[in-house]
């Protein structure tokens, strides 16, 4: 059972800031979209095109779920990557979930393995955060772990 962040709403402007900022600078990413849409803007989502990631994978693109929520001391957010072709999915989590890991952990499933571990991040600013998962995602995670699961 998943703990849900500790209230307050999303920050748009924050949004706003990620989507301009990161999302809409990453050439794999075609599409960003506030969810459930621009006046209520609770999450964000970027879909992938899937010929410009490495390894290919199929032909429905992946998503990037953003959701993120200013706190002191410390932002709650989940940045959740799920590629439908394969059932990959890789999580970069600040919560409450497991406590076990500190502040932040990873996470990743695939259609035979799953495991999570605790992570800290270089930078503190939200955008900074961002880009930082975005190259751990395209660099590491998807050459890693996907390609096992893509044959």
């Known amino acids: 059972m998943s703990i849900q962040h500790p209230g307050g709403d999303p920050n748009a402007n924050l949004y706003a800031q990620l989507k301009q900022d990161v999302l809409e600078r990453i050439p794999h990413i075609t599409t960003v979209e506030y969810v459930p849409d621009d006046v209520q803007a609770k999450q964000l989502q970027a879909t992938f095109d899937p010929t410009r990631l490495d390894p290919q994978t199929g032909p429905k693109p992946p998503k990037l779920i953003i959701a993120w929520y200013r706190q002191t001391p410390h932002d709650w957010f989940r940045v959740n990557y799920t590629d439908p072709n394969t059932g990959f999915h890789a999580g970069w989590h600040q919560d409450e979930d497991h406590p076990d890991l500190g502040r932040a952990h990873f996470q990743?499933?695939?259609?035979?393995?799953?495991?999570?571990?605790?992570?800290?991040?270089?930078h503190e600013t939200p955008s900074l955060i961002l880009w930082e998962i975005i190259d751990e995602l395209l660099e590491k995670v998807l050459p890693t772990y996907q390609s096992s699961t893509h044959g």
């Open 108 to 122: 990743y499933k695939t259609e035979t393995s799953e495991d999570r571990w605790e992570i800290t991040f270089e």
